[in-house]
């Protein structure tokens, strides 16, 4: 890794902005740093190389670091939702149980051996995903609290399965590191819960605002880094870490001050160069090479979208049940961890990706749809 190197990475991650500059789109920006990894990497000019150990432990961050970001997301103190939580767990059930039916299906016909998987991407949603499309569309409503409960149960459900199914041979292995993590976060959330309780925080913040010593961000980086640490240490991936530390922060409240400085952290160059790395190390040409990898990743887009839009029989519209269908963070885990332990076949982690872009863009348009529903009834009142 050179700077001339790391300036190409950050040029190419404004790639993402570009393409999501049209909100009318709803294009995540993670799309646009994605083909600029792409381009740049194995499957067009080769000029990142993805297997650079400095690149590699960077992204290693960057992903952490988007996990914890995604978790923060996720709605756990919204009263509303907590309110919905029952519906929307009994949704995630059913859609869990189609998704590994599912998913052994799509094993079978294609002889990979990775059911368990499937079924876990098939059943994923992404909060980070979904809960921007539906303020930007102004979606409300009953129905709309009980998708974001049945998304949040998902994305958090599925999150901690990746480690687990992706190599199945060392499941058990993978199974304590995932409690290990968790059982570190759970302490985690006791003791900053006490410490903002007692006021201690709140000091801490004016002090650290009027001197401008940026505490809150710096402890929570060594938190984060601490919790990868013991996730690298026990085989488990840096995900979890960041996703569990981020569910923690939106347990007990994010302040925003330190919402902003993860953001500008995150959003501002680690997460564009982990995705411009992710990008790099797909090969594409493996989808030409193997053609049958482009019929996993429709057979996976598709199945997700017919997963997910069977909750209408159980009252939720079909628009948003294709909606809650979208899903990134679990097929960019999958690719990511999978690649890296070298668990995916030729053409895999290109057709996973491929069907997370379908679910995407059927998401898209499920948003728009379901805006113009709310705007006609609105219209006929």
């Not at 909060?127 to 539906?134: D, K, T």
């Not at 980086?221 to 960041?242: C, K, Q, R």
């Amino acid at each position: 890794m050179t700077f001339d190197v790391l300036a190409l990475v950050a040029f190419a991650g404004l790639l993402g902005p570009l393409l999501a500059a049209r909100e009318g789109w709803h294009i995540p920006v993670v799309v646009g740093e994605l083909a600029a990894g792409v381009i740049l990497g194995v499957t067009g000019f080769g000029l990142l190389d993805a297997t650079d150990h400095t690149f590699t432990f960077m992204a290693d961050i960057g992903f952490a670091l988007t996990m914890l970001v995604a978790g923060s997301h996720v709605p756990v103190r919204d009263p509303a939702v907590r309110s919905a939580m029952g519906n929307g767990a009994v949704r995630a059930v059913v859609v869990g149980v189609l998704a590994a039916v599912a998913g052994y299906a799509v094993a079978s016909v294609f002889d990979t051996g990775h059911a368990a998987l499937y079924a876990v991407l098939i059943a994923s949603s992404s909060a980070a995903l979904i809960l921007p499309i539906v303020d930007s569309l102004e979606l409300g409503g009953t129905s709309v609290l009980q998708m974001t409960a049945q998304i949040a149960i998902a994305d958090t459900a599925c999150i901690v399965a990746v480690p687990l199914v992706i190599d199945p041979g060392n499941a058990v292995r993978a199974g304590f590191g995932a409690f290990a993590v968790i059982a570190a976060a759970v302490v985690l959330y006791f003791g900053l819960r006490s410490f903002h309780r007692s006021g201690a925080w709140r000091r801490l913040h004016k002090f650290s605002e009027k001197r401008k010593f940026a505490l809150e961000l710096r402890i929570n980086l060594v938190i984060l880094f601490s919790l990868a640490a013991l996730a690298t240490s026990t085989h488990v991936s840096v995900m979890l870490a960041g996703f569990a530390f981020g569910l923690v922060l939106a347990a007990i409240g994010e302040p925003r001050r330190l919402a902003k400085q993860l953001f500008a952290v995150t959003d501002g160059f680690f997460a564009p160069l982990f995705f411009v790395w992710l990008g790099a190390s797909i090969n594409l040409r493996d989808l030409v090479s193997n053609p049958s990898s482009i019929w996993l990743g429709v057979s996976l887009g598709m199945a997700t979208l017919v997963v997910h839009a069977v909750v209408r029989v159980m009252g939720l519209p079909l628009p948003l049940g294709i909606l809650s269908a979208a899903q990134l963070g679990v097929p960019v885990a999958a690719v990511t961890v999978g690649s890296q332990l070298g668990v995916l076949g030729d053409g895999e982690p290109a057709a996973i990706l491929l069907g997370a872009m379908i679910t995407v863009g059927a998401a898209t348009l499920a948003g728009a749809s379901a805006a113009r529903s709310r705007r006609l009834l609105a219209g006929k009142r």
